[in-house]
């Protein structure tokens, strides 16, 4: 189970308006972030100082979320489900793990009793609203004579790159969430003949592959000699059975990706590690 905890000192009134703070995009991408980190092995902690934190000079982000204000944005309703975790009784002083009598600091300014010092005696990941003293992806806490690294989530894929990098989750549905609404879609590929034959050392040429084939358009992936993108010709019935026109395209000298293209979109159907397609066609 992971713990994330909320980064309460990241709402300092900082926005000059309400508006500022939800249709500027703060709201959204905090509510994109809890969208993705939601699930049944992440616990979402928050202080008890919380909803008391300033999103403006003398607006909360209580009065935000509650009352006459929620009521008057059509954004807020609509992440009401999301932003509803926000309200349960996850206070992390209830089983408080740092010391109120240790000295922790960052940017030299005392943050014991604050979230970002729990968080360096839980998993070390907290989430920021945008702020300018918490706008990197990684926070520089020092506990006495120590320095510890805390992830700082503050962009809606933050967390599935942290996830990765502790291995939290694994290569297949780290590439699910990270190519969403791509040009690539793993919904078809064959459970025998994807993730699962892949070893700890494929997995990263198989991720920066696809990367490549996502950023690319469809008129450069067609003549980029890296991809060798072509239209697959054996007259073996490897894929008759997909009623498909197949193409494949390169992740290394040795492995390929199969499979066919709908609007735009390559649904892929196996990884080849051993040419035991590719050598026919």
Same mark, same amino acid.
């Given at each position: 189970?992971?713990?994330?905890?909320?980064?309460?000192?990241?709402?300092?009134?900082? =926005?000059?308006?309400?508006?500022? =703070?939800?249709?500027?995009?703060?709201?959204?991408?905090?509510?994109? $972030?809890?969208?993705?980190?939601?699930?049944?092995?992440? %616990? !979402?902690?928050?202080?008890?100082?919380?909803?008391?934190?300033?999103?403006?000079?003398?607006?909360?982000?209580?009065?935000?979320?509650?009352?006459?204000?929620?009521?008057?944005?059509?954004?807020?309703?609509?992440?009401?489900?999301?932003?509803?975790? %926000?309200?349960?009784?996850?206070?992390?002083?209830?089983?408080?793990?740092?010391? +109120?009598?240790? !000295?922790?600091?960052?940017?030299?300014?005392?943050?014991?009793?604050?979230?970002?010092?729990?968080?360096?005696?839980?998993?070390? $990941?907290?989430?920021?609203?945008?702020?300018?003293?918490?706008?990197?992806?990684? !926070?520089?806490?020092?506990?006495?004579?120590?320095?510890?690294?805390?992830?700082? !989530?503050?962009?809606?894929?933050?967390?599935?790159?942290?996830?990765?990098?502790?291995? %939290?989750?694994?290569?297949?549905?780290?590439?699910?969430?990270?190519?969403?609404?791509?040009?690539?879609?793993?919904?078809?590929?064959? +459970?025998?003949?994807?993730?699962?034959?892949?070893?700890?050392?494929?997995?990263?040429?198989f991720i920066d592959g696809f990367r490549k084939f996502t950023e690319l358009t469809w008129s450069q992936i067609n003549v980029d000699n890296g991809l060798d993108y072509k239209?697959?010709?054996?007259?073996?019935?490897?894929?008759?059975?997909?009623?498909?026109?197949?193409?494949?395209?390169?992740?290394?000298?040795?492995?390929?990706?199969?499979?066919?293209?709908?609007?735009?979109? =390559?649904?892929?159907?196996?990884?080849?590690?051993?040419?035991?397609?590719?050598?026919?066609?």
């Amino acid at each position: 189970m992971t713990e994330v905890l909320i980064n309460e000192l990241s709402l300092t009134g900082q =926005f000059n308006s309400v508006d500022e =703070f939800i249709t500027g995009g703060a709201l959204l991408k905090f509510n994109a $972030i809890l969208n993705e980190i939601k699930g049944p092995d992440v %616990l !979402l902690y928050k202080n008890y100082q919380f909803f008391e934190s300033m999103t403006t000079d003398g607006i909360s982000i209580h009065d935000i979320l509650v009352g006459t204000i929620s009521r008057q944005y059509d954004e807020i309703r609509k992440m009401k489900t999301s932003l509803s975790c %926000l309200f349960e009784e996850s206070y992390w002083e209830n089983g408080q793990k740092h010391s +109120p009598d240790v !000295l922790y600091l960052f940017n030299n300014n005392c943050v014991t009793g604050q979230s970002i010092a729990e968080a360096c005696e839980r998993d070390r $990941i907290v989430i920021s609203f945008f702020h300018r003293d918490f706008s990197s992806c990684c !926070l520089s806490i020092l506990r006495e004579n120590t320095e510890i690294t805390l992830d700082n !989530l503050s962009g809606e894929t933050d967390y599935i790159e942290v996830a990765r990098e502790r291995n %939290l989750i694994t290569c297949e549905k780290y590439c699910i969430r990270k190519f969403k609404d791509t040009k690539l879609d793993f919904s078809t590929i064959d +459970p025998n003949e994807g993730f699962s034959i892949l070893k700890k050392e494929d997995e990263k040429l198989f991720i920066d592959g696809f990367r490549k084939f996502t950023e690319l358009t469809w008129s450069q992936i067609n003549v980029d000699n890296g991809l060798d993108y072509k239209e697959y010709n054996a007259t073996q019935k490897y894929f008759k059975s997909y009623g498909k026109k197949i193409h494949k395209f390169r992740i290394s000298r040795r492995y390929r990706c199969f499979g066919y293209v709908e609007q735009d979109v =390559f649904h892929i159907i196996v990884f080849d590690l051993e040419h035991k397609y590719s050598d026919f066609g």
